[in-house]
């Protein structure tokens, strides 16, 4: 199969009985193209979490103020197209946000790399206002992506030197790039977040209590074998706010890749894989299962189409 790049596929083409016999195709000059497919069509065109438009209409709360992990490619046209011709929607307002990121760069960033594998697990996330703990930190991503939302402005993440030596990540590229910064005391943090110092103690003092007890009593994070109190200098801390990272919703497909039409038949000569597809992982997806879902269902969808007739 010739590979073909800068080709935005803007229609899908039917014939008279419905099934699908090919695409439309505009290139980057402008002239468009009818690709014909013998076999059928296999849609493969990603998520839309960088569609402002589409994706807030499916959940008001990711207006543009929201940045997205993904890429501007993100959108939702050809999804839109699959619906246009009776593809059938499932779950599109199920949108994962990642809760590591930090809103003072684009993208994905480098912030992840001490949200995901150092402030969570090891340190506290907190209200940038009272200086207190909202969530248990170790939640999912949508129970703590949502509690951050909830906090109406990014909140402050704060973890120590042993946090990031259990970690074993080398967070030199974020300090370097002024996204994570560094500490020699707690009220040095507070002094430049504008925390209140004393408050900020507490706060520390009581998530550290919670090593003496075994237990966090205030919001249940589960205590991991190499965390430890936040005692030891230097300290590091990020302003963390949720960015869009995944869309759980999509066309609906059956387990041989087969595009199902709202009328719950499969739309014959159609088929697609990945995340423009919906209902596979549920409220929350689940680290590393998105590749996966491709992998597999991208392998499906190419064996039903080879032998589609
Ligand atoms: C920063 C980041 C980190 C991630 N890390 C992980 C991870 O560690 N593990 C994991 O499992 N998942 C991860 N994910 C999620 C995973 O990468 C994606 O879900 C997956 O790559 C989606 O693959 P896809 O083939 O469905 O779509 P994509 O990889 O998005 O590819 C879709 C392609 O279709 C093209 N396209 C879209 N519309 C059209 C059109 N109309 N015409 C022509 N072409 C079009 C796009 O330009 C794009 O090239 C991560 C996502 C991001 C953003």
Redesign the pocket.
């Known amino acids: 199969v010739p590979i073909r790049l800068g080709?935005?596929?803007?229609d899908l083409i039917q014939d008279d009985r419905g099934r699908v016999i090919g695409v439309n195709?505009k290139s980057k000059s402008g002239a468009s193209e009818i690709i014909s497919a013998s076999k059928g069509v296999v849609v493969?065109?990603?998520?839309f979490?960088a569609d402002i438009p589409f994706r807030s209409a499916q959940d008001p709360r990711l207006d543009g103020s929201i940045l997205s992990?993904?890429?501007p490619?993100?959108?939702a046209?050809?999804l839109k197209?699959c619906m246009r011709i009776g593809a059938n929607p499932v779950q599109l307002s199920r949108i994962q946000l990642g809760p590591w990121t930090c809103p003072d760069e684009k993208?994905?960033g480098i912030g992840p790399l001490f949200g995901e594998y150092i402030l969570l697990p090891f340190g506290v996330l907190l209200n940038a206002e009272t200086g207190r703990r909202f969530v248990n930190e170790l939640g999912n991503r949508k129970h703590v992506a949502d509690a951050l939302l909830e906090q109406k402005t990014p909140a402050i993440g704060i973890a120590d030197t042993q946090g990031l030596e259990a970690s074993g990540v080398d967070l030199s590229p974020a300090i370097r790039r002024g996204i994570v910064q560094t500490f020699d005391s707690i009220e040095a943090v507070a002094a430049f977040y504008h925390l209140n110092p004393t408050t900020l103690e507490n706060t520390i003092k009581h998530f550290n209590q919670m090593f003496l007890e075994k237990t966090d009593t205030e919001y249940g994070k589960p205590l991991l074998k190499q965390a430890a109190p936040i005692v030891k200098a230097p300290f590091y801390a990020m302003r963390v706010w949720p960015k869009v990272?995944?869309t759980m919703g999509g066309i609906q497909i059956d387990t041989s890749a087969r595009v199902i039409h709202r009328d719950q038949r499969p739309i014959p000569g159609l088929f697609a894989?990945?995340?423009?597809t919906g209902g596979v992982h549920g409220a929350s997806r689940l680290?590393?299962?998105?590749?996966?879902?491709?992998i597999v269902m991208?392998k499906v969808a190419g064996i039903t189409a080879s032998m589609a007739i």
């Open positions: 080709s935005h596929v803007t195709v493969a065109s990603g998520g979490g992990t993904n890429l490619s993100a959108t046209d050809l197209e993208g994905f990272h995944f894989a990945g995340e423009v680290s590393c299962c998105a590749i996966t879902e491709c991208g």
